[in-house]
């Protein structure tokens, strides 16, 4: 159940204390995919898995609406990029499920789909189930699963997710422009340390692998995959003694 598109008797009359919280970012991934990447990701994903919870439990879950922008600095140099500070967004995630909560909604699996999000997340999760009237975890989609590929940066991981879930967004013309351009690991590391912070510092095209190795058929794949184990994680949070 899409929460925008529910009116607000369907909302009050739905049983059950989970709902899902999609959020991506809005940044640079290349020539060859829209700037917007992270959040479709994390929308198809949250569907997927509730969809894939739906049929095992007969029990429909509210996905609220997709945050758009997250902690996006790093790609700054890449035109259109948005981005928030750490604490905003932190205060913002925690405000949306507080929303969740005051309406019963009160375990919330957050679907992330930006590596940059992650730490935020892990702490004002971990805040909010401390210290507010909700439980809240983070599922960051390509952590949950095996991929046959590196996940890079607009590489042949979310290139292909793409072209399963909407393959008119990916620029055809410019792959391989994307991946002449592309570096094949995110950053510069010396004795464990990244040297660089913004990902212009190793990448011009703004790419980490290669794009030109993406597929549909591994981007079905992965969003089966992604969608089990999202499921999985439903179960376990709604079963959960907290």
Not at 4 to 33: M, N, Y
Not at 54 to 59: D, F, L, Q, S, V
Not at 85 to 109: I, K, M, N
Not at 124 to 130: A, E, K, L, P
């Amino acid at each position: 159940m899409q929460l925008s598109a529910a009116t607000w008797p369907e909302i009050r009359d739905c049983e059950g204390d989970l709902a899902v919280l999609p959020i991506g970012s809005t940044e640079q991934h290349g020539p060859h995919a829209p700037l917007g990447t992270d959040a479709l990701a994390a929308a198809a994903v949250a569907e997927a898995g509730v969809k894939t919870y739906r049929e095992r439990t007969g029990a429909d879950v509210p996905v609220a609406p997709t945050i758009p922008v997250g902690i996006a600095a790093e790609h700054r140099a890449f035109d259109g990029t948005l981005w928030v500070s750490p604490d905003t967004f932190r205060a913002y995630v925690r405000e949306t499920v507080a929303s969740l909560a005051h309406h019963g909604f009160d375990r919330v699996v957050i679907v992330n789909g930006h590596g940059g999000n992650t730490d935020a997340l892990r702490e004002i999760t971990g805040t909010i189930s401390r210290e507010d009237d909700a439980y809240a975890v983070a599922f960051t989609w390509f952590d949950s699963i095996d991929t046959e590929q590196e996940m890079g940066h607009g590489g042949p991981v979310e290139t292909s997710l793409l072209y399963h879930i909407d393959d008119d967004a990916i620029r055809e013309a410019e792959l391989e422009t994307a991946r002449d351009g592309a570096s094949e690991g995110w950053g510069e590391w010396v004795a464990g340390v990244n040297l660089a912070h913004d990902s212009a510092e190793f990448t011009d095209s703004g790419v980490v692998g290669d794009p030109t190795e993406a597929t549909a058929e591994l981007g079905e794949r992965l969003l089966d995959r992604s969608g089990e184990a999202l499921a999985d994680l439903l179960v376990a949070v709604e079963s959960r003694n907290r």
